[in-house]
């Protein structure tokens, strides 16, 4: 039996730097209303961002837009390697 344990919870303020990019005013806005603080079950409609390990874990109604969205960003100047390695239905 495997367990995954995740430490943490990163504002996208946090994230933005880590990720050394600036977002747009309306990606910054849409990702604060989307983030959910509480990990315990992300709902369908937000994503939540754990710092150990650095992972975001997105609802299946969001997955798509939230991809289109950071997609645009050059992320060269990250702190933290980036990618999208998995998708849960």
Do not use: T
């Amino acid at each position: 039996m495997s367990v995954y344990v995740y430490f943490g919870n990163v504002s996208v303020n946090q994230w933005q730097g880590d990720m050394g990019v600036q977002l747009s005013k309306e990606d910054l806005e849409w990702l604060n209303e989307h983030r959910q603080e509480n990990a315990q079950v992300v709902a369908k409609d937000k994503f939540h961002i754990f710092s150990e390990p650095r992972q975001m874990h997105v609802g299946s109604d969001i997955v798509e837009e939230l991809v289109d969205r950071l997609s645009k960003y050059d992320y060269s100047n990250a702190k933290r390697p980036c990618a999208v390695i998995e998708v849960a239905k």
